[in-house]
């Protein structure tokens, strides 16, 4: 199975940060990559799709990149409703996979 | 409005059944991949299980042989039959959409995404 790390696991960031999360895939899977948001008790949300794209109705501070190995989601500036777990998720084998999410908290 | 509503959820005994069932409205659940996703408390996401518009499905390796995904397109509903359950399947189970991009051709399957989320429904197995 394709195994998928992030990093960091933990970050603390205060209101209007940049700040970027890591998902390396420990084989290349093209840009079948996606990014969800969690917020604690609630369902998963979509953000980026394809590795870039962005999904509809979500903010455009949210941006994703990369393609084979690496990706990165960076938020341009933090906002207090952008505090939360956030997953990556590969579909490029039929088994797909989570990353181990990267907690979001105020500084 | 597009919804999926998941329910079934609940106590089982270790070695137990649970079926759990997801509701669609607004989409229909034969013309999308759909999948089961889970959580167990407090860790990460794990996922569980994809049904292709083929009816071809997918299991994780901690489910194959004791999960079946189906569905009902009279009822336009999804299922996750869960046999022999363990410990370890006590999470949250959520349903979700998945929207498929027809561009886009990765063996078996079209790229797709998560788009729609039920809330999820808890099972949890105890003794």
């Known amino acids: 199975d394709i195994q998928l790390t992030q990093s960091p696991s933990f970050l603390s960031a205060s209101i209007g940060d940049r700040v970027t999360i890591t998902c390396r895939a420990s084989q290349g899977i093209n840009s079948y990559l996606a990014w969800y948001q969690q917020i604690p008790g609630k369902a998963p949300k979509l953000l980026i799709y394809a590795a870039s794209t962005l999904q509809s109705g979500v903010p455009s501070r949210f941006s994703g990149s990369g393609s084979g190995t690496e990706f990165t989601l960076t938020i341009s500036s933090l906002q207090p409703e952008d505090f939360a777990v956030y997953y990556c998720?590969?579909?490029?084998?039929?088994?797909?996979?989570f990353g181990q999410g990267t907690r979001l908290e105020i500084k | 409005e597009v919804q999926l509503v998941e329910s079934g959820g609940g106590l089982a005994q270790p070695g137990g059944s649970l079926r759990l069932s997801c509701a669609a409205s607004?989409?229909?659940?034969?013309?999308?991949?759909m999948s089961w996703v889970r959580q167990a408390p407090g860790k990460g996401l794990e996922w569980v299980s994809v049904i292709y518009t083929g009816g071809t499905t997918y299991y994780a390796d901690s489910v194959k042989g004791r999960f079946t995904i189906s569905r009902d397109n009279s009822k336009n509903t999804l299922y996750l039959q869960m046999n022999s359950l363990r410990f370890e399947d006590t999470a949250v189970y959520y349903c979700?959409?998945?929207?498929?991009?027809?561009?886009?051709?990765?063996?078996?399957?079209?790229?797709?995404?998560?788009?729609?989320w039920g809330k999820g429904t808890t099972v949890t197995v105890s003794s």
């Open positions: 998720q590969q579909v490029k084998s039929y088994i797909s996979t």
């Open positions: 979700a959409r998945d929207e498929i991009d027809y561009s886009n051709y990765v063996y078996p399957h079209y790229y797709y995404y998560m788009d729609v």
């Open positions: 607004g989409f229909t659940v034969s013309s999308n991949y």
